[in-house]
């Protein structure tokens, strides 16, 4: 698994199809796409250390910190074997998320087993788990680092007009559970505290985050992370939020502290 590199983002692209592995916009679902300069096309490298030192490859998604997950729901229709989806990071979905790489032959292309022995592949537009013993071009992934960026991303304002306050409540809400991370590390915090929030613009949430936590200095300097389940690494928020409306867990980070300097962000226009 020397391609993948702990912190790092990549993207992984179809060897048959010429497409990439893509975190659709629901939150939930991955599919193909020819996207490629775009965060839902990053993915985030975390390698998990197992027993007997075995070593698991866990994808987070750079646009909403899922992880690539493989599920024992049926595919789509017309499509073989199981289910690929973004999953939570928590106690009970560990094995779902644990993969691991296998190269063939030389270069960058890789076969990408999940851990219950099943395969990662490509189906047209979308992606399945499949157990057959048969290792395919369908399944034949390549390895494309992503280099970071040295600035942090802006967060895009808001197009079109706004509603007024009085029809807001036409907006779809979800609940936020905010937490602020220390200065010095990430893991040293201040208690959860949750919000109701309507509508998906990222720039609009951080205002109302920096309302809500007293943030004195420029809104700017506040950097949102989601965390994608109790295990989950924080995922930099440089998009707006998913389409459901599932509960997303935001950890606060202030611009030029320790803990920020942490964060890495893919540069998806890099060549």
Not at 2 to 12: K, S, Y
Not at 84 to 93: A, F, K, L, S, T
Not at 252 to 258: I, L, N, R, Y
């Amino acid at each position: 698994m020397e391609q993948f590199e702990d912190g790092h983002h990549v993207r992984l692209r179809s060897r048959e199809r010429g497409t990439y592995l893509h975190a659709d916009d629901d939150g939930l679902g991955v599919s193909l796409s020819r996207r490629r300069a775009s965060m839902n096309a990053a993915w985030a490298v975390h390698i998990y250390q197992g027993d007997g030192g075995a070593q698991y490859l866990l994808l987070h998604s750079a646009a909403y910190g899922r992880y690539l997950g493989a599920t024992d729901a049926p595919a789509l229709r017309g499509h073989i074997e199981s289910r690929v989806e973004q999953c939570d990071y928590g106690p009970w979905e560990e094995e779902a998320i644990r993969w691991q790489a296998a190269g063939i032959g030389s270069g960058d292309n890789i076969l990408l087993r999940h851990v219950g022995g099943r395969r990662l592949r490509a189906n047209g537009r979308y992606l399945s788990v499949d157990d057959s013993d048969s290792a395919g071009t369908m399944m034949h992934w390549v390895v494309e680092r992503i280099p970071s960026r040295e600035d942090t991303p802006r967060l895009a304002a808001p197009t079109g007009l706004r509603l007024p306050r009085s029809l807001s409540f036409m907006l779809p809400w979800r609940v936020i559970q905010v937490e602020q991370a220390g200065a010095d590390e990430s893991n040293a915090s201040f208690p959860w505290a949750s919000l109701v929030f309507r509508g998906r613009s990222a720039y609009h949430l951080r205002k109302k985050l920096a309302s809500r936590l007293g943030v004195a200095m420029d809104v700017s300097n506040l950097v949102m992370c989601v965390r994608a389940g109790m295990h989950g690494r924080p995922t930099p928020l440089v998009i707006d939020l998913p389409r459901s409306r599932q509960t997303l867990d935001i950890i606060v980070f202030m611009a030029g502290t320790p803990a920020h300097a942490d964060l890495r962000y893919p540069n998806v226009n890099a060549e």
